[in-house]
Structure formats: C-alpha cells, structure tokens
C-alpha cells in the first residue's frame, strides 16, 4: 500500500486541482456574463417591437440562447463588439418561445413573417430594415457587414 506521506501528497495534489477547477469554472462563467451584458444589450419582445418603429439606428442580434450554433457564433460577435462604442441589443429567442409569443414576433415585421432563420443581425434605420446578416458568418463577414452599416 501507500504510505501516509504518499497518501498525503495525492491528497494535497487532489485538494489543488479541484481547487483549480472550480477557479476556472467560476471565472469563466463571470466572463461570459460580463462579455455579454456590457457588449450586448438584452431586451424584451416589447422592446423590440417598439423598436422596429425607431427612427434611431440600432442593431438587433437575435438568436436563442439554448442554440449552441448561437453560443458559438455569440462568442464571434462579442468579440467583433466589444472594441466598438456601439452596443447590440439582444433578443433571446428562447425566452420569447418560454412566453409564447414567436408568432408576435414574427408579426413584429415583414423580414420575419413568413419564417426566420436564427442567428441574425437586423440593422433597423428611420423605422424600417435597412439590412441584416442572416446565419452564422465567419469573423470576416461579420466585421464587413458592421462596417458597411457604420456600427462602430
């Protein structure tokens, strides 16, 4: 068998990588929430449908958070926003879908009344759709698209 001393050194040693574990776990599950309120703005479904008819310019990323397509593509635009004034505003679908209310927002516009495809960015200007980015893209694309609609 082990003796005490080894016995107490796998001990210590098990003590720290757990330890360590739950450091990490912690600190990455604050980051993420951090990355997401300060870059991105959530809001409601009535939020959003007010803003459909804003004349202010504002970019929508929408998406469900439960997606883990969205939550790899979040982590793109995060990191795409986070070196610009400009914020996002969120709408998380899959609190939309908890209260029932897909087919409001669906009706909220003309972009999404037939259907939808998640994740997208709509760019809404002078109370209509001015352009949008529909699916996961690619960093690249993404910065393109933000730059074309001047969300700096």
């Given at each position: 068998g082990l003796?005490?001393?080894q016995k107490y050194v796998i001990l210590i040693f098990t003590a720290f990588?757990?330890?360590l574990a739950i450091y990490?776990?912690?600190?990455?599950?604050?980051?993420?929430?951090?990355?997401?309120?300060?870059?991105l703005d959530e809001i409601t479904l009535d939020e959003y449908i007010e803003l459909n008819n804003s004349?202010?310019?504002?970019?929508?990323?929408?998406?469900?958070?439960?997606?883990?397509?969205n939550?790899?593509?979040?982590?793109?635009?995060?990191?795409?926003?986070?070196n610009r004034t400009t914020k996002m505003k969120y709408l998380d679908l899959t609190k939309v879908n908890e209260e029932g209310r897909i087919i409001t927002f669906m009706n909220a516009n003309d972009f999404t009344k037939d259907s939808y495809t998640e994740p997208m960015i709509l760019i809404f200007e002078d109370g209509?759709?001015?352009?949008?980015?529909?699916?996961?893209?690619d960093k690249n694309s993404l910065i393109t698209f933000l730059d074309s609609n001047r969300m700096d």
């Open positions: 003796t005490k001393k990588v757990i330890g990490f776990s912690v600190t990455y599950v604050l980051n993420s929430f951090q990355k997401i309120t300060y870059v004349t202010d310019k504002v970019g929508i990323y929408i998406a469900s958070s439960d997606s883990e397509v939550q790899n593509y979040e982590e793109i635009l995060v990191e795409v926003m986070k209509k759709i001015k352009d949008s980015l529909v699916g996961s893209t």
